[in-house]
Nanobody, 121 residues
Framework: VQLQASGGGLVQPGGSLRLSCAAS????????IGWFRQAPGKEREGVLC????????YYTDSVKGRFTISRAYGKNAVYLQMNSLKVEDTAVYYC???????????????WGQGTQVTVSS
């Protein structure tokens, strides 16, 4: 049972990346899947979450209008599409799963390893 985050990399400000959170050993469709990030020297921060009904929760207003979350139908995965990236979006991005809903990060029971996103010119 695991989550695998991928798709990170180095991108210039204003660029885009799509992160993927692939689930194995369980059906991600039955879980809320959240994306979280942690920048160096900062606390972990919630980004976006999609619940079992596909309702979306923004944990931070800083990504509204730029980031979207969606389920990859046909695949046991969830995407985080990141557009208009800013230097301050630089962080390690993690995905996590919870069988209750989009709650606080500490309530998510399953976590994947992180993927590094670096926004720099």
């Amino acid at each position: 049972v695991q989550l695998q985050a991928s798709g990170g990399g180095l991108v210039q400000p204003g660029g885009s990346l799509r992160l993927s959170c692939a689930a194995s050993g369980f059906n991600a469709r039955h879980y809320a899947i959240g994306w979280f990030r942690q920048a160096p020297g900062k606390e972990r921060e919630g980004v976006l979450c999609i619940n079992m009904r596909d309702d979306i929760t923004y944990y931070t207003d800083s990504v509204k209008g730029r980031f979207t979350i969606s389920r990859a139908y046909g695949k046991n995965a969830v995407y985080l599409q990141m557009n208009s990236l800013k230097v301050e979006d630089t962080a390690v991005y993690y995905c996590a799963a919870d069988d209750t809903g989009c709650r606080h990060a500490s309530d998510f029971g399953r976590w994947g390893q992180g993927t590094q996103v670096t926004v720099s010119s």
